[in-house]
């Protein structure tokens, strides 16, 4: 895989025919941050908290119970007990009885839930709109390639 050209963590670019071992992840961790920044600033501007944005995107999906909540968003869980509350108290969502076990509730979206959430998708969608614009196709359609080939080796039986 050629790395002519590629951004390195400082800005610069380097020019040859393969990165050093960390460079791709330098670069990797650059872009999670960078994203997450922008989500975060996204998250802002309608007043909600990754986690808070986390918990909206799984509960869109299905009803969720809490501790499902807290795998999914990666917090422990009286931390998801702690967000979904305060998403409970601007009414984004509900507590609901769980239909499979009366001892426990599931998280729900209200209409205004479902409302926010809709209003942050279009935000992101615009902002990867943007970041696509700032990429050629090919380094598109190269970016695809690396991570669905990292997620395969990822997901490989590491013995």
Known sequence: MSFT??????GT?????SPTLDEPWLSLRQAYHS????????????????SEYGVLELCARSPARASEVARAIGITPAGATDVIDRLERRRFVRR????????????????????IHREV?????SV???IDRAMPESER??????LTAL?????????
């Open 13 to 17: 670019s380097r020019a040859g025919p």
């Open 121 to 125: 998708i279009v935000a992101r969608r």
């Open 141 to 146: 359609r190269s970016l695809v390639l690396g």
């Open 128 to 130: 990867l709109q943007e």
């Open 35 to 50: 994203l997450r920044q922008r989500w975060g600033e996204l998250l802002t501007r309608v007043d909600l908290s990754l």
């Open 96 to 115: 609901i009885a769980d239909p499979t076990d009366r001892r426990a509730v599931r998280v729900e979206l209200t209409d205004a839930g479902v409302r």
């Open 5 to 10: 050209g590629a951004a390195h963590p400082g």
């Open 151 to 159: 997620v395969r080796a990822l997901s490989e039986d590491p013995a």
